[in-house]
């Protein structure tokens, strides 16, 4: 235990968050291309009072978008407002994994796990992109420390439940949790389980009632009509080990823990959802967030029990300390640093490509185009896209949950500003360089540093 209450956990903690806060903060002000901006337009659209499902397309569970229509309806297109959801997400995920290990294990394993999780690189990079997944992870963990602390199923199910309808990959642990559950104690199954369904079916009978397949193909069997690229998820699985490998080295101490009872039921959770990521369709860096608040718990533990069974002097002890600290602080300095110079750098070119767009168009005139940039365009310039259709991304059209063709039959004699980024994104389609060759006139072209080039062309 720490006697001296300058070390006190509840004294560090304050300080994570600070140092947490600094770090992220360039972040939170700068405007980037990215899958968030369609969330962001997303917002904008219901926020002006559409539905989504049905007045336009969106491939997740409700609860994110809500809320940032919510924020965009008060506070209209405010960057700062908006990232600065995720980045609370995170704290409160870290508040949860300090008391989960302070509670179950000890001071030393909460200070060393709220460590762990909010500096490693996933974590910090994240925490300031609107992707749901920090909303989700934050339910999730919140959920399980009503269940494992707390030992309050009902609590524990609804915050399960509201996780389930912000992001679907937060069911894999949920389903885990409650097969322990069930094995354990059927009353408190019963408990766990109806509180969670009161949430899950609620909402998603609700949208089903209203949609039918146009809320169920989007947001259920669309991920699993992804198209798959093993080189590329193999890459994606290897480059997230690789840049958070102190999480990782810390829960694989778990093999040297004497009482793996502890932690069966994270260590199942964690090893069952890793599992799974290998097999999915299309793997994003950002799905790993799910798991990193239990990894977090089960390296604190595994270290503090290491430090404790060692067989040395405490002078010893310490000395190990004073070597593995600095490789710590080594680690996240440089991805600070590589955060402060190419993770949160801004858009270079969104304020030229912004006032050319501006100069370049009439009040009626749409855009349209790749959705990593033409929603935060759109937001900046304050003009609509076209058929409110926000989400082009690949999958969209390989997995034939809309009809590319259509899609651009309806751009047809429409004012446009068509926005592409070469190479990428879906100007990789056959029939949308013939749509733009044989409708549009090329304008301009910009690079950026970062994202490659954009293409703007004009089509009337």
Same mark, same amino acid.
């Given at each position: ?172 642990? !949920? #389903?885990?949790? /409650? &097969?322990? =559950? +069930? %094995?354990? $104690? ?133 000395? !190990? #300390?004073?070597? /593995? &600290?600095? =490789? +710590? %602080?080594? $680690? ?129």
């Amino acid at each position: 235990m720490l006697k001296n209450k300058k070390l006190s956990p509840y004294f560090i903690l304050p300080l994570f968050f600070a140092v947490f806060f600094l770090i992220s903060f360039k972040g939170l002000a700068t405007a980037q291309p990215g899958d968030e901006n369609v969330y962001y337009y997303m917002g904008k659209l219901i926020a002006e009072g559409k539905i989504p499902y049905g007045d336009f397309l969106y491939a997740h569970p409700p609860l994110q978008i809500y809320m940032i229509a919510l924020i965009y309806k008060m506070l209209g297109f405010n960057i700062f407002a908006l990232k600065i959801v995720p980045l609370i997400s995170t704290l409160i995920s870290a508040f949860f994994v300090f008391k989960i290990a302070k509670e179950k294990f000890g001071d030393a394993e909460a200070i060393v796990a709220t460590a762990l999780f909010l500096f490693s690189y996933g974590i910090m990079f994240n925490s300031v992109f609107s992707f749901g997944v920090e909303i989700a992870a934050m339910l999730l963990i919140a959920g399980f420390y009503f269940l494992w602390n707390k030992t309050n199923y009902v609590l524990s199910g609804l915050f399960f439940g509201l996780a389930s309808i912000t992001r679907l990959l937060s069911l894999v642990p !949920i #389903a885990v949790i /409650l &097969f322990f =559950v +069930f %094995l354990s $104690n059927r009353k408190n199954f019963i408990k766990l389980s109806s509180a969670f369904f009161a949430v899950f079916l609620l909402v998603n009978g609700i949208f089903l009632a209203i949609f039918g397949d146009n809320y169920l193909t989007p947001v259920y069997k669309y991920h699993f009509l992804k198209s798959f690229s093993y080189n590329e998820n193999f890459m994606e699985y290897f480059d997230i080990v690789k840049l958070n490998w102190v999480l990782f080295a810390s829960a694989l101490l778990f093999i040297f823990v004497e009482d793996k009872k502890k932690l069966s039921i994270p260590v199942f959770i964690s090893a069952i959802y890793l599992i799974l990521l290998a097999f999915l369709n299309k793997l994003f860096g950002f799905y790993f967030m799910v798991i990193f608040p239990f990894l977090a718990v089960i390296g604190s533990y595994g270290i503090a029990n290491i430090f404790r069974n060692l067989n040395l002097a405490k002078k010893w002890k310490i000395s !190990i #300390a004073a070597v /593995l &600290f600095p =490789v +710590f %602080l080594w $680690n996240l300095s440089s991805d600070v640093m590589f955060l402060q110079k190419t993770g949160f750098p801004g858009f270079e070119r969104g304020n030229d490509l912004a006032q050319f767009a501006n100069s370049n168009s009439n009040e009626n005139t749409l855009l349209f185009g790749d959705d990593s940039v033409v929603p935060l365009l759109a937001l900046m310039v304050n003009k609509k896209i076209a058929l409110d259709f926000v989400d082009t991304n690949n999958q969209v059209f390989i997995a034939r949950i809309r009809d590319l063709d259509k899609i651009l039959d309806d751009l047809n004699g429409k004012d446009i500003l068509f926005i592409i980024r070469s190479k990428q994104g879906i100007s990789a389609f056959e029939s949308v360089r013939d749509f733009l060759s044989q409708n549009c006139e090329f304008l301009s072209a910009f690079h950026d540093r970062m994202e490659g080039d954009y293409l703007v062309y004009r089509c009337k």
